[in-house]
Nanobody, 115 residues
Framework: VQLQASGGGLVQAGGSLTLSCAAS????????MGWYRQGPGKQRELVAI???????GDADSVKGRFTISVDNAKNTIYLQMNSLKLEDTAVYYC??????????WGLGTQVTVSS
């Protein structure tokens, strides 16, 4: 499975961005997909997960602001990010889980929120 994330960029605080992650290759076995992020000097953390078309786990820090969705026909997940804050600055990664301990990661896309 190959994952290609895109849509990052520079945005002012309070603004919005939409990230995309397209999966290719052997996508039939994907159980769930999700977004993670790693801010400067921080560990990678979960942002949102989608399973069977439903968001199953969002970080408290993004609830009410970020929405994960999926287009199964395109094998693509999205992360709509609204009301962005300075602390949302990070490299955002998408992940596809094929099974326990069998995860695939994309290269990440940089999101920078400025004041």
């Amino acid at each position: 499975v190959q994952l290609q994330a895109s849509g990052g960029g520079l945005v002012q605080a309070g603004g919005s961005l939409t990230l995309s992650c397209a999966a290719s290759g052997s996508t039939v076995g994907i159980k769930e997909m999700g977004w993670y992020r790693q801010g400067p000097g921080k560990q990678r953390e979960l942002v949102a997960i989608i399973f069977n078309g439903r968001s199953t786990g969002d970080a408290d820090s993004v609830k009410g602001r970020f929405t994960i969705s999926v287009d199964n026909a395109k094998n693509t997940i999205y992360l709509q990010m609204n009301s962005l804050k300075l602390e949302d600055t990070a490299v955002y990664y998408c992940k596809a889980r094929m099974g326990v301990g069998n995860d695939y990661w994309g290269l990440g896309t940089q999101v920078t929120v400025s004041s």
